[in-house]
């Protein structure tokens, strides 16, 4: 799909514009990539619903188009620490958003998780500002007539693209509710370049699908995406892990399709386990889990066997941990993370989300 800018019909001289993009968490994980931010392998996410970055952008037109221009505030406050980011971010779209030099940008961010959770942001911010460069976009090359307007398929589909090239899991949070990134030879339409809506069937079980985030470590975290996916070149395994993922994918849709939640368990808990593999078998090698971590893993295996629960886990690249479970164990799982799950949580601090539906424009 070609996603270059046609051309500016309408001169603007300034505007805003607002978007809440969710995170998502990762199901089937991404970890390794080639050039530009193309993935090694499938991956597929549920997006959440709660856990949001809500992102404004302002716009003026500026005489000088020679360079980016930009401020950047979190709650209200400048951070100039983040702009290297957003600059390289600029560089990387320009070619597809070239009007971004000829304005001077307002953005300002915000989450509605803690930004010292430990809860990664790049992907509901990146995926927020690349709504927000798209919107741009669009009110310069529409019209009113219908010839010019923008198929909201294309709208999401090079947001997505975008958000991929700000942070690669980023491309997964434009929609929901299962979203798929990179071309799989079962899954029609599937891409490297965006994500897409998973299209075939999905058993009610996963309707409503409950994720409560334990944070076991609100610190920074230790090795930044960035290093963690170069580290799967010349990984002794990578040939062999970006197999498997394209095999579970394979195997996922079967079991999203009739429901079976042992087997969801299974491919869920195995993917994240092999990420953490992964980064305890590369050179330089990482152990991201904490021994909190370990307790809670322990301890929802217990909980299982004992209740015959379909709780599971699944981990990021860090120490917390994504509880998830069917809606109707709701109360049951809740009271079990309260009464056995919470000591293993800096200061008692949980996250309630459940599956969402994708990011909403606010102005
Ligand atoms: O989007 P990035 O480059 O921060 O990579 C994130 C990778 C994982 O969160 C560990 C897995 C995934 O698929 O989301």
Known sequence: M????????????????????????????????KESQIPE???????????KTTTTLKYSK?????????????????????????????????HYVPFLKEYHFTIETSNTFPHSSGIASSASGMSALALCVM??????????????????????KKASFLARLGSGSACRSIEGDLIVWGE?????????????????????HFKNYQDT???????????????GHNLMHNHPFAKRRFEQAHEHMSKLIAILKTGDLDAFIEIVESEALTL????????????????????????IWAYRNRTK????????????????????????????????????CQNRHYISDQIGFGANQIQ
């Open 62 to 94: 500026k005489e000088d188009v020679n360079h980016f221009s930009f401020e950047i505030y979190l709650d209200g406050e400048q951070k100039d620490d983040f702009k290297p980011k957003i600059e390289t971010f600029f560089k990387r779209i320009e």
């Open 213 to 227: 985030i334990l944070l076991v470590d609100k610190g920074e975290k230790q090795v930044s995406s960035t290093v």
């Open 2 to 33: 070609d996603f270059n800018f046609k051309s500016a019909i309408n001169h603007i001289n300034e505007g805003v514009v607002t978007w809440s993009s969710p995170s998502n968490i990762a199901l089937i994980k991404y970890w390794g990539k």
């Open 276 to 299: 953490h593999a992964m980064m305890m078998t590369s050179l330089p090698y990482f152990i991201l889990m904490k021994p909190n971590t370990l307790e809670i893993i322990n301890a």
């Open 135 to 156: 919107s741009i976009e669009k009110a310069l090359s529409e019209t009113s007539s219908s010839e010019d307007e923008m198929s909201q398929s294309y709208f999401n």
């Open 184 to 204: 799989h030879k079962e899954i029609k339409g599937s891409s490297d370049a965006y994500g897409i809506v998973y299209p075939y069937e999905v058993h009610d």
């Open 41 to 51: 392998n499938p991956s597929i996410s549920f997006t959440l619903n709660d856990c």
């Open 309 to 344: 629960s379909k709780i599971c886990f699944t981990l990021d690249a860090g120490a917390n941990v994504h509880v998830l479970y069917p809606e109707n164990e709701k109360d049951a799982v809740m009271e079990f993370i309260n009464n056995e799950l919470v000591v293993y």
